[in-house]
């Protein structure tokens, strides 16, 4: 059923509520989702320098873990294309690279900015921000996301949480437009 890819910034698998329902949505094949080695090198040295709590092992085990369950996540061959790329920040041409390599639709981003219209649309390229990404596949298979944020509630064990607190916990990671069509579907979650 995927008929569109989405590369996932670095940005959106630092939250790690945000980043299990990404995950729990990729698996839905409703899209197919993107990373590299680089932006996982990205996520995980951010939110190591500040959670000093987590490890890099722990980290590791969750980018592995990403890594297999994803059929055709990790783009590779990209590096090529990087110098050829113009962004406003440089450091983010390797994402825009990644993206033209897997063929993927959208970059999922909260960095905007980064990511020019004018910039991407030659390569029928769109960014979105994740609460946009996530609304738009609400239209196309509302079920589908319900069952994937149930899915990623039901996983939380340590502590569990009601449907409440992990609305919660969404809404934190900077999607209220979600989490409003969420709470609106409460008793599937």
């Known amino acids: 059923m995927a008929n569109f890819g989405a590369v996932y910034d670095a940005c959106v698998l630092y939250p790690a509520p945000l980043r299990d329902l990404l995950m729990h949505l990729a698996l839905t094949d409703l899209f197919?989702?993107?990373?590299?080695?680089?932006?996982?090198?990205?996520?995980?040295?951010n939110l190591l320098a500040q959670r000093k709590d987590l490890t890099p092992a722990k980290l590791q085990r969750t980018r592995a873990f990403m890594d297999e369950?994803?059929?055709?996540a990790l783009v590779t061959g990209y590096e090529s294309l990087i110098e050829s790329l113009t962004l406003p920040d440089p450091d983010d041409r390797h994402v825009l690279a990644a993206a033209i390599r897997?063929?993927?639709?959208?970059?999922?981003?909260?960095?905007?900015?980064?990511?020019?219209?004018?910039?991407?649309?030659?390569f029928g390229i769109a960014a979105q921000h994740p609460d946009e990404f996530i609304g738009h596949l609400l239209d196309l298979a509302p079920g589908a996301v319900a069952t994937a944020a149930k899915r990623q509630r039901e996983s939380l064990k340590n502590p569990p949480k009601?449907?409440?607190?992990?609305?919660?916990?969404?809404?934190r990671s900077g999607l209220p437009q979600t989490v409003s069509r969420l709470r609106a579907m409460a008793e599937l979650l």
């Open 32 to 45: 197919r989702a993107h990373w590299t080695a680089m932006i996982h090198d990205e996520w995980m040295r």
């Open 102 to 122: 897997a063929g993927a639709d959208v970059i999922v981003t909260f960095n905007l900015k980064d990511f020019p219209r004018e910039r991407l649309a030659p």
């Open 69 to 72: 369950n994803v059929r055709d």
């Open 162 to 171: 009601s449907v409440d607190e992990y609305l919660d916990a969404i809404a």
